[in-house]
């Protein structure tokens, strides 16, 4: 299972940037799929994750700021990221769990928010 995400960039505060993470299986294939960060020096933490279900879990700071979805036709899951603020600066990774048991990681993409 290869999880490839893309999307990371430089942007203002206060600006928008689309994540994306190509899945080298059917989304259906997952359980659970979901986007983790980490900032230097921090540790990784849960920014949004959605189940095979559709029930979306979101982290406290990003709360109505960002959206995640799935295109099963494309395989891949998004992270919209609107309003964005220099504490959003992180690498993000993608992450996907297959029947309950295998967990596999995408490489990061670096997501820097400039004030």
């Known amino acids: 299972v290869q999880l490839q995400a893309s999307g990371g960039g430089l942007v203002q505060a206060g600006g928008s940037l689309r994540l994306s993470c190509a899945a080298s299986?059917?989304?259906?294939?997952?359980?659970?799929m979901g986007w983790y960060r980490q900032a230097l020096g921090k540790q990784r933490e849960l920014v949004a994750s959605?189940?095979?279900?559709?029930?979306?879990n979101y982290g406290d700071s990003v709360k109505g700021r960002f959206t995640i979805s799935v295109d099963n036709a494309k395989k891949t899951m998004f992270l919209q990221m609107d309003s964005l603020k220099p504490e959003d600066t992180a690498a993000y990774y993608c992450?996907?769990?297959?029947?309950?048991?295998?967990?596999?990681w995408g490489q990061g993409t670096l997501v820097t928010v400039s004030s």
């Open positions: 992450h996907a769990r297959l029947r309950f048991l295998s967990h596999y």
């Open positions: 299986l059917s989304i259906f294939s997952f359980d659970y």
């Open positions: 959605i189940t095979n279900g559709g029930s979306t």
